[in-house]
């Protein structure tokens, strides 16, 4: 009894230790090069050792006592089973699968929410266009002092022209981008994609107050007679920003909408559900603003002419369109 | 079993916590045998966070540096880039890191966690991206909002301060310390465990008993009075023995080892004195005879779980 060759769970540890380390080295190999740099022997050992492990560690528990033995075979079963069943996906592609196909096909799937999200728009716009001819005061209850830069009721017809057409704004390249980037606008996005989970109402709401603003602001050149002319200069950015903000509402609808109808799931499940779809919405509104910033900052000062306006707008805007409808479709 | 109930509503509360917490580290393999990974902590996440905010802003301040040395823009506008070059390497960094390192970030690897799918799948780039972009809903932007807007405009800020602090407290709330994003991808951070191997101590001393067999003879009713904890109370302090690296802890190593003989000898009515020289040997001895003996008892269904297993019998 005294001799430790007769303690079983020793020789049980004698028998196998060899094939233990065997499963920890390619463990580190497959953690630090990924599953794929195994070869073809080294994968079918890394299948067969971890299971072997996984019974070493049940008998262990049976008959050992040692724990430094079972505390050992407890971290390396552990990180083999991540090894073998949670590997590292393969990246290869990956942007290109999600232009090709699963971009489009989530804005597809979702399109009731992205209708959704430009109804708010459009309702929040025709309600403060309307607000606006009825009383000049509702524009500043609607647009904040620091948004509008001057542009209200009491400007003169020609200080808004110059705006439109302004040949030497303050800022232009890299650094008009980077501002008009973290301008309101992608502020506003953001926070109707994340507030959508609480129940959807801080998305429509937002979404709503955004259009009223550009309602009122439209309403405000309208009134003046500068209304195509501010159309245009909307136009080049603006069919791309504000699209963004209603396809960001449409992702945090959808979130809401998990939270509101879960439906036979839990709502964590619902949401984890909901989610596939609403980031993915995420990123192509983060794409479209990025666009949109590069066109407030380079193309707007660099095309003066309204109807080119018009084209480049609403020409980017189809071709947005085009990727949404038409990419990715099964044969 | 003693099973000694636990008294007090704080201690009861106490244990099933643990029962949570240890349901929550618990995965089920396909094969059938639980495996545990233990959930990574709300302050280890926060410290590998602080480490990728340095390490990104730091490349960020690198590239600010340069462009301003470039003299490409006014700086006017060079806040505002500022934020751009932080916000675009912050956010490709994550998601980057995270896809190309299976779910850890340089902080991540620093600390020793790991992100996995809570279905115990592989992580999918949607999960990654998913529980990254919401890291920015949840924390950074509010968190940059709080800090550029002051005194102008109160209510935004509170309403972030509200927001960040109710982000914050989720983890908190659930027993796999789940953020929004987490639940959100379908994910949670676990500490990765690290397979040490240390040798066996039934083995080690194999040589030194072969030259004089039968040095300490323990009988049958020697053993009967220690359990589990009480071995592997002996185990950690056998192993831990090995490592005194100066005079004064060989000398209190020698004393408790003094001690513990002192101690067992009394307990199990072993009635041969031991040498002091013999103090370490004894126990080692001790060691095995008895891890020998408990695991035969265990292999006939006797568990015994520490020295009140005969009290607990009756």
Known sequence: ?331 | MTDTKPQTRRQRRAARRAEREAAAARVMPPEGVPLRLPIAGVGVRLGAQITDILITGVAAIALVILLSMLDITGPNTLSAIAALIFFTIRVPYYVMAELAWNGQTLGKKFMKIKVVAHDGGPLTTHALVLRNIMKEAEVFLPGTLILTLTQANPIASWISLAWVTMALIIPLTNPHRMRLGDMLAGTHVVFLPVPILLKDLAQAPVQATYAKKERFPFLQHHLEHYGRFELQTLEAYLRAQGRANSATMAKRNRETAATIVDRIRKKIDYAEVIDEKDHVSFLQAFYKAQRAHLEQRQLFGDRRDDKHHAAAQD
């Open chain 1, 1 to 331: 009894m005294q001799d430790a060759r007769s303690i079983r769970s020793a020789r049980f540890r004698e028998e196998r230790e060899k094939d233990w380390t065997r499963l920890e080295e390619l463990v580190t190999k497959a953690e630090r090069g990924g599953v794929q740099s195994l070869r073809f022997s080294e994968a079918r050992d890394l299948a067969s050792l971890y299971r072997q492990a996984t019974t070493s560690l049940a008998i262990a528990r049976e008959i050992s006592l040692d724990r430094a033995l079972l505390e050992y075979l407890e971290a390396l079963a552990a990180r083999a089973y991540l090894s073998v069943y949670a590997p590292q996906e393969r990246l290869g592609g990956l942007i290109g699968r999600f232009f090709a196909k699963s971009g489009p096909q989530a804005m597809r799937r979702s399109w009731i929410f992205i209708l959704a999200g430009f109804a708010c728009m459009g309702l929040g716009a025709l309600v403060g266009y309307l607000l606006y001819l009825e009383s000049n005061d509702w524009y500043y209850v609607f647009v904040p002092s620091g948004l509008s830069g001057g542009r209200g009721p009491d400007a003169s017809t020609a200080y808004l022209r110059s705006i439109i057409y302004d040949a030497s704004p303050s800022a232009v390249g890299l650094g008009a981008f980077a501002s008009y980037l973290f301008s309101h606008n992608t502020r506003i996005a953001i926070f109707v994609f994340g507030l959508g989970v609480f129940a959807c109402v801080p998305a429509i709401l937002l979404t709503f107050y955004n259009g009223l603003i550009f309602g009122a602001f439209l309403a405000l050149h309208v009134d003046r007679g500068l209304g195509w002319d501010i159309g245009g200069w909307l136009s080049v950015h603006g069919v791309t920003e504000l699209s963004a903000i209603c396809i960001a509402c449409g992702g945090g609808l959808q979130l809401g909408a998990a939270i509101l109808f879960p439906g036979q799931n839990t709502r964590k499940e619902a949401l984890r559900l909901a989610g596939r779809d609403a980031v993915k919405l995420a990123i192509v509104a983060a794409l479209m603003l990025l666009v949109a910033a590069l066109l407030e900052g380079f193309a707007r000062q660099l095309i003066q002419d309204m109807p080119t306006r018009y084209v480049v707008g609403w020409g980017i805007g189809s071709l947005w369109l085009a990727w949404f409808v038409l990419v990715g479709r099964q044969s």
